[in-house]
T-cell receptor, first 112, second 110 residues
Framework: DGGITQSPKYLFRKEGQNVTLSCEQNLNHDAMYWYRQDPGQGLRLIYYSQIVNDFQKGDIAEGYSVSREKKESFPLTVTSAQKNPTAFYLC???????????FGPGTRLTVT | EDQVTQSPEALRLQEGESSSLNCSYTVSGLRGLFWYRQDPGKGPEFLFTLYSAGEEKEKERLKATLTKKESFLHITAPKPEDSATYLCAVQASGTYKYIFGTGTRLKVLA
């Protein structure tokens, strides 16, 4: 089955720790995205990548970093510089930037 | 500034009671408008893409329509399993970014 996987489903960290969220897709999509979802707000774009070894900042990139070493993988690191990291994180992919995006199941990160 | 507004924020329907959800948008050249369904604690599920005014798409009890300023998601004879949050997003020409609305939370009562 083709799809997008995110792991883990739930993640708990202490303040001051960096944490990496995994996103893998086997849809052979070129474009991948990371969003953050908070209650009462629309999805907000953190980073996106149109091609391997290239990525661009979205609207709320501060305190986050990404890499795109393989077409299938787009991990997101939430650094200690992110002031309010507790949120639901969603990864998405699309055939390229002009087609609909498909989402993974999400990772809920709680930082205390 | 590109913007998406969804209304109502929440909607409660009786099973079989048809209704419509609204997505109003302002964008500098529309490439596409997208509808998603999201269940609690899960990722959004893609429903429809609409590209130009007058276009309509249907899937089971759902029908999406598009004008130059808004889109409607019509739900005909809904069932309890249609309960979810419905998200609308737009993509402007020349950009890869989506602008999402905050969604409409739909509850269908048996």
């Amino acid at each position: 089955d083709g799809g997008i996987t995110q792991s883990p489903k739930y993640l708990f960290r202490k303040e001051g720790q960096n944490v990496t969220l995994s996103c893998e897709q086997n849809l052979n999509h070129d474009a991948m995205y990371w969003y953050r979802q908070d209650p009462g707000q629309g999805l907000r774009l953190i980073y996106y990548s149109q091609i391997v070894n290239d990525f661009q900042k979205g609207d709320i990139a501060e305190g986050y970093s990404v890499s795109r070493e393989k077409k299938e993988s787009f991990p997101l690191t939430v650094t200690s510089a992110q002031k309010n990291p507790t949120a639901f994180y969603l990864c998405a992919s699309s055939r390229d930037g002009e087609y609909e995006q498909y989402f993974g199941p999400g990772t809920r990160l709680t930082v205390t | 500034e590109d913007q998406v507004t969804q209304s109502p924020e929440a909607l409660r329907l009786q099973e079989g009671e048809s209704s419509s959800l609204n997505c109003s948008y302002t964008v500098s050249g529309l490439r596409g408008l997208f509808w998603y369904r999201q269940d609690p604690g899960k990722g959004p599920e893609f429903l429809f893409t609409l590209y130009s005014a007058g276009e309509e798409k249907e899937k089971e009890r759902l029908k999406a329509t598009l004008t130059k300023k808004e889109s409607f998601l019509h739900i005909t004879a809904p069932k309890p399993e249609d309960s979810a949050t419905y998200l609308c997003a737009v993509q402007a020409s020349g950009t890869y970014k989506y602008i999402f609305g905050t969604g409409t939370r739909l509850k269908v009562l048996a």
